[in-house]
Nanobody, 127 residues
């Protein structure tokens, strides 16, 4: 099990940037693929981005492709989400998650793929 804590959320104007961090504790962070999800008020949680355990592959939702970048620093047990050109529709609670399985070659993309979740950090983008 991996314990995850997000930080870096806040209020930003449209067009601005934020960088979210997800600090992991527990065993084998570097062996898990990681992902970011978000949930806006009144909507279902949706996939944002994911990265394999080796950082060799990434995958993005179409809505954030070209604006968001997922990365990880395995030496620091930390996952990041750099968000640029933010839009009001990016407003949501953002959560990081760890894959349910070690060292999978695929990029997990659904909620069912992930077994450990953080509590979330709120991102609000004003117009």
């Amino acid at each position: 099990q991996v314990h995850l804590v997000e930080s870096g959320g806040g209020l930003v104007q449209a067009g601005g940037s934020l960088r979210l961090s997800c600090a992991a504790s527990g065993r084998s962070f570097s062996s898990y693929a990681m992902g970011w999800f978000r949930q806006a008020p009144g909507k279902e949680r949706e996939f944002v981005a994911a990265i394999t355990w080796s950082s060799g592959r990434t995958y993005y939702a179409d809505s954030v492709k070209g604006r968001f970048t997922i990365s990880r620093d395995n030496a620091k047990n930390t996952l990041y989400l750099q968000m640029n050109s933010l839009k009001p529709e990016d407003t949501a609670d953002y959560s990081c998650a760890a894959d349910s399985y070690l060292r999978r070659a695929i990029v997990p993309r659904t909620e069912a793929d992930f077994g450990s979740w953080g509590q979330g950090t709120q991102v609000t983008v004003s117009s």
